[in-house]
């Protein structure tokens, strides 16, 4: 399976891939194509995170799902699809919302080479770039949107995401708002993957306009960044205890207080809630916050 990679790249650097452990986060378009890519590269250590499941709307960029995985959690769809091109990757699943407190149980229980971002909002990018610093591990900003997408590789430690930005950007756009097309998020992952194959620590980050590519040096480390030249990782004391509006048709995140062992689905009406022992929640199908709050009242009422 490896015969073509080992003839361009060299056995040792294939050697080098196959013995690396990344932690995937966020198994949606951009998750699904890193991981497609890298296991057809001899990856053989997954580490996926991902609390959503899998809708008929993922299904026209998300490559590793099919018809049949709709209402599975994506990552043992994921895990299942990858197996079957390569049965002897190890693939650890966690089908849980990434937090401060998730995340740091997931990086201290496994030696990770490399985390790459999947996810579709800045505040949890914002936890990876603290959490990172904090253990010295290497990771790969990842956004598509449109026919746009950006690729920035934190693999030095002289500089991180809060240098590039002051706080979380203000920005309503989503995939389900604006769209999204499959070659977007190919072109984004294939920019990825070749930065990680050349372990490329040139510094520099790229842009991606209907399929043009503009690539700029990342800004030097800010001397008054409070993350990585203060060492004040104020992302990863902040609560998330609130309602987020997710990429997708109607998809909500929330909070539950219900304790539960596993996880657990309800149906509402037209809503489905899937809730999580960690507290958290997603609801598919609700048309508002408030909506997506009173299916959850619903269910707590009858408790």
Same mark, same amino acid.
């Given at each position: 399976?490896?015969?073509?990679?080992?003839?361009?790249?060299? *056995?040792?650097?294939?050697?080098? @891939? &196959?013995?690396?452990?990344?932690?995937?986060?966020?198994?949606? $378009?951009?998750?699904?194509?890193?991981?497609?890519?890298?296991?057809?590269?001899? =990856?053989?250590?997954?580490?996926?995170?991902?609390?959503?499941?899998?809708?008929?709307?993922?299904?026209?960029?998300?490559?590793?799902?099919?018809?049949?995985?709709?209402?599975?959690?994506?990552?043992?769809?994921?895990?299942?699809?990858?197996?079957?091109?390569?049965?002897?990757?190890?693939?650890?699943?966690?089908?849980?919302?990434? &937090? =401060?407190?998730?995340?740091?149980?997931?990086?201290?229980?496994?030696?990770?080479?490399?985390?790459?971002?999947?996810?579709?909002?800045?505040?949890?990018?914002?936890?990876?770039?603290?959490?990172?610093?904090?253990?010295?591990?290497?990771?790969?900003?990842?956004?598509?949107?449109?026919?746009?997408?950006? =690729?920035?590789?934190?693999?030095?430690?002289?500089?991180?995401?809060?240098?590039?930005?002051?706080?979380?950007?203000?920005?309503?756009?989503?995939?389900?708002? =604006?769209?999204?097309?499959?070659? &977007?998020?190919?072109?984004?992952?294939?920019?990825?993957?070749?930065?990680?194959?050349?372990?490329?620590?040139?510094?520099?980050?790229?842009?991606?306009?209907?399929?043009?590519?503009?690539? @700029?040096?990342?800004?030097?480390?800010? /001397?008054?960044?409070?993350?990585?030249?203060?060492?004040?990782?104020?992302?990863?004391?902040?609560? &998330?205890?609130?309602?987020?509006?997710?990429?997708?048709?109607?998809?909500? /995140?929330?909070?539950?207080?219900?304790?539960?062992?596993?996880? *657990?689905?309800?149906?509402?009406?037209?809503?489905?809630?899937?809730?999580?022992?960690?507290?958290?929640?997603?609801?598919?199908?609700?048309?508002? $916050?408030?909506?997506?709050?009173?299916? @959850?009242?619903?269910?707590?009422?009858? /408790?």
């Amino acid at each position: 399976m490896l015969s073509r990679a080992k003839t361009l790249l060299g *056995e040792s650097r294939v050697d080098e @891939l &196959t013995r690396m452990n990344i932690c995937l986060i966020g198994m949606g $378009a951009l998750g699904c194509a890193y991981a497609d890519q890298l296991i057809r590269l001899g =990856v053989k250590n997954f580490i996926i995170v991902d609390q959503d499941i899998v809708e008929s709307s993922n299904l026209g960029r998300q490559t590793l799902y099919t018809q049949g995985d709709i209402h599975q959690l994506k990552v043992f769809a994921a895990r299942d699809r990858l197996l079957s091109i390569a049965p002897d990757t190890q693939i650890t699943c966690y089908p849980e919302h990434v &937090t =401060v407190d998730s995340l740091n149980d997931i990086l201290q229980a496994h030696p990770i080479d490399l985390i790459i971002d999947g996810t579709d909002n800045f505040h949890t990018r914002f936890v990876i770039n603290q959490l990172s610093l904090k253990y010295q591990i290497p990771w790969l900003y990842s956004a598509c949107i449109g026919r746009k997408g950006t =690729v920035i590789p934190f693999f030095n430690n002289n500089r991180c995401l809060h240098c590039l930005f002051d706080y979380v950007p203000n920005t309503e756009d989503t995939c389900s708002t =604006v769209g999204i097309i499959p070659p &977007t998020v190919q072109f984004v992952v294939s920019i990825g993957v070749q930065l990680i194959i050349d372990n490329d620590h040139s510094d520099n980050m790229y842009y991606i306009d209907r399929l043009n590519l503009t690539k @700029l040096p990342i800004p030097n480390r800010r /001397e008054d960044c409070v993350s990585c030249h203060d060492g004040n990782f104020s992302y990863m004391e902040q609560s &998330t205890d609130h309602i987020i509006k997710r990429c997708g048709d109607n998809i909500f /995140e929330l909070s539950h207080t219900k304790m539960i062992q596993s996880i *657990e689905r309800h149906q509402v009406g037209d809503i489905w809630l899937t809730l999580f022992p960690n507290g958290r929640v997603m609801c598919h199908g609700a048309r508002s $916050a408030d909506e997506a709050k009173r299916a @959850l009242s619903s269910i707590k009422s009858k /408790e």
